[in-house]
């Protein structure tokens, strides 16, 4: 029993490890096209800290997602931005028990330029609008290009499609990536 709980951390700290290396090759293939993320260095995660927390929420102990999104420099600069480019790594989600770990990734259109975006945009608005308003997701599915608003309350367009983690084993794999949220 020892040896599988010391695998079964093993496996996880590699998977969020990779996951962060993919998100590092991400950042570097952005920059060559002016973007950079509007976080920093930071990578936006969810965990739970609470004693409190009911059998619902506990896998929270470990990330549900970690995510990036990226504004184009000149934008920020001009502290006026109209679009974001979002990549969320989806490992669990209390809402989908069933959940493979996926990749979302997708454009951000606001209805109206933003000022102040890093104050107005919260990194967790990719993983609610796919998976917490009830959209019917097809992981499955590599082709598949979704549109919705993230909120009901806005008319900001997001665009995204979304496939299993495993489907990412190459540098060309995430290039691929790239390419597809410039294309949305």
């Known amino acids: 029993m020892d040896d599988i709980l010391l695998q079964s951390f093993q496996n996880v700290h590699t998977v969020v490890n990779n996951s962060i290396k993919l998100l590092k090759d991400a950042d570097a293939l952005l920059s060559e096209k002016g973007y950079i993320p ?3 260095n930071g990578l936006a995660t969810e965990t739970s800290k609470s004693i409190l927390q009911t059998s619902d929420n506990y896998g929270t102990l470990i990330p549900q997602y970690i995510a990036r999104p990226y504004a184009l420099k000149k934008q920020l600069e001009s502290n006026i931005v109209d679009h974001l480019l979002m990549i969320n790594i989806q490992f669990t989600h209390p809402q989908h ?3 493979i770990p996926v990749i979302a990734f997708g454009q951000l ?3 109206l ?5 890093r104050n107005v945009f919260k990194p967790w ?3 609610n609008a796919i998976f917490e308003t009830g959209l019917k997701i097809d992981v499955s599915s590599n082709e598949k290009i979704y549109t919705c608003t993230p909120f ?4 900001d367009k997001f665009t ?9 084993q ?3 794999d995430i290039f691929d990536i790239v390419v597809e949220m410039w294309k949305l």
């Open 38 to 40: 509007i976080i920093g």
């Open 97 to 99: 028990q069933q959940l």
């Open 113 to 117: 330029p933003q000022k102040e975006i």
């Open 160 to 168: 995204f499609s979304i496939k299993p983690l495993t489907s990412i």
């Open 125 to 127: 608005y990719m993983k």
């Open 170 to 172: 190459t540098n060309n």
């Open 152 to 155: 009901a309350d806005c008319n």
């Open 109 to 111: 259109l606001f209805e």
